[in-house]
């Protein structure tokens, strides 16, 4: 137990739901439907179930192609605008249990979750509240069939880690014959505020997503980038960090999540096999994404035998071997670590807590000085080529500008800077060699709460 009070927290904090969210980092979007057999990205709702077939459908094949990239779970588009559900529902004909697949009595949705569960990943669902096939779209009756399949996947399918509620905008679709255009008001026509209700009654630990949250909040864009700093206290303070705007009203925890595709669609398409992101540009996106204190929730898209393709595969795969190799030994575990300020100086809130990797443990200064600066002095010159921080986030987001130096044997040399840290920041160097590293503190809303901080050598060819 520490001597002396801890910090109070600042601002908005994370729930204990987005905590556990926010250890994930990076998982995957499996989109997989009739699209994928009319090679449509939206199909208009009047597709016949009939063409959904994947006979060679290997669930445990999409779960493994997942852990190779090392992503910690997946989430299934179980509806998508079209309407077609891949689990047999009992509200409506239009599902796998009036396709040939497993002769009517498949659930892709109990496969992969199954599949998720059994090789250690974590499980969510995506259910789109634009439905281009049910004929009470955009009247008040649909509300209640929207609510009951939620009710279906979230009550029949084991525990989940999150709930997507993307694509809501209405337009030209099918709707029972009717063949018509169907708009909505978003914010009102949904009820979410009674939607969310259901959803944390069957499945409380589970993290809702949408445009607008309440857990995690779309990012924005379509190219994972939340641009710099990452802020995730939502409000005033994302714009203006500093106590006052922070300890607003307004404020909340709201987090981003990047969501983006292995391929140029969301389906797949033959004619786009050789039109993958190379593992280089995925390890970009990977920094801008959950280097930047954000979630990367990357699109894999099984082809009509419901495989995820070799060649995505060997992608993946080349991509988690670069991440490994970035990240293979933390040289700070070797360096002495002294810092200028420890508060009250007490051993439970020294600087070598930030090299411990032990997530409830944190180097933290006293309330009088916001901007100290910690350095790591090493028994041999290292090179290091990536940096890895972390702020506590149980105590809210409070570093608003930092920067790393290096010793260049007369004094010290800045090699980077940024601003917000939050859940994570990551910064890739030019190659160095150097005796002693520094982290300087430039500028907190309340005194920083470091922690972790990671350093690490170029990775090996």
């Not at 279906?152 to 084991?158: F, K, M």
Request: proline share 9%; hydrophobic share 40%; aromatic share 10%.
């Amino acid at each position: 137990m520490p001597a002396v009070r801890p910090p109070t927290p600042f601002g908005p904090a994370p729930s204990r739901r987005q905590l556990h969210w926010h250890q994930l980092e990076f998982y995957g979007l499996v989109n997989f439907t009739l699209n994928t057999f009319t090679g449509q990205e939206s199909g208009y709702g009047d597709e016949s179930p009939a063409a959904f077939n994947p006979e060679c459908f290997d669930a445990g094949q999409i779960a493994d192609a997942a852990r190779i990239a090392g992503m910690a779970g997946l989430i299934l588009t179980c509806k998508h605008h079209d309407g077609f559900c891949l689990w047999p529902s009992r509200f409506t004909h239009h599902s796998v249990r009036h396709s040939p697949w497993r002769n009517g009595r498949g659930d892709l949705v109990k496969e992969l979750a199954a599949a998720c569960h059994g090789q250690g990943l974590r499980f969510g669902v995506h259910l789109s509240p634009w439905d281009r096939n049910h004929p009470d779209y955009g009247r008040p009756g649909y509300l209640a069939y929207y609510r009951n399949q939620l009710h279906e996947l979230l009550a029949d399918y084991g525990p989940l880690f999150e709930i997507w509620f993307a694509g809501g905008t209405g337009g030209d679709g099918y709707y029972g014959g009717a063949r018509e255009r169907r708009t909505i008001a978003q914010a009102s026509y949904y009820g979410w505020e009674e939607t969310w209700k259901l959803a944390r009654l069957l499945q409380p630990e589970a993290v809702l997503s949408s445009a607008a949250g309440p857990d995690v909040r779309w990012v924005g864009n379509g190219e994972g980038d939340p641009g710099e700093p990452g802020w995730s206290r939502r409000g005033a303070a994302e714009f203006a960090p500093g106590p006052a705007a922070a300890a607003g009203p307004e404020s909340r925890w709201l987090p981003a999540e990047c969501e983006l595709s292995l391929r140029p669609s969301w389906f797949h398409h033959p004619a786009e096999d050789d039109k993958l992101r190379s593992p280089e540009k995925l390890e970009d996106l990977y920094f801008r994404s959950v280097g930047q204190g954000a979630a990367l929730l990357l699109n894999l898209a099984p082809d009509r035998r419901g495989l995820i393709p070799a060649g995505d595969v060997a992608v993946l795969q080349e991509f988690r071997r670069r991440l490994d190799a970035r990240f293979a030994t933390n040289l700070a575990r070797m360096a002495r670590i002294q810092a200028s300020n420890v508060r009250g100086d007490d051993p439970c809130f020294s600087p070598e807590r930030v090299a411990d990797a032990h997530p409830e443990s944190y180097w933290c200064s006293d309330d009088a000085a916001p901007a100290p600066e910690i350095i790591f002095d090493f028994p041999i010159p290292v090179k290091i080529a990536t940096v890895s921080l972390r702020e506590h986030l149980p105590l809210g987001q409070r570093v608003e500008r930092f920067a790393v130096d290096r010793w260049d044997g007369e004094g010290w040399a800045e090699v980077a800077t940024g601003g917000a840290i939050g859940a994570r920041r990551l910064l890739r160097l030019p190659p160095c060699e150097t005796p002693r590293l520094r982290l300087r503190i430039l500028q907190a809303a309340a005194c920083p709460a470091i922690e972790q901080v990671g350093l690490y050598a170029p990775p090996a060819a």
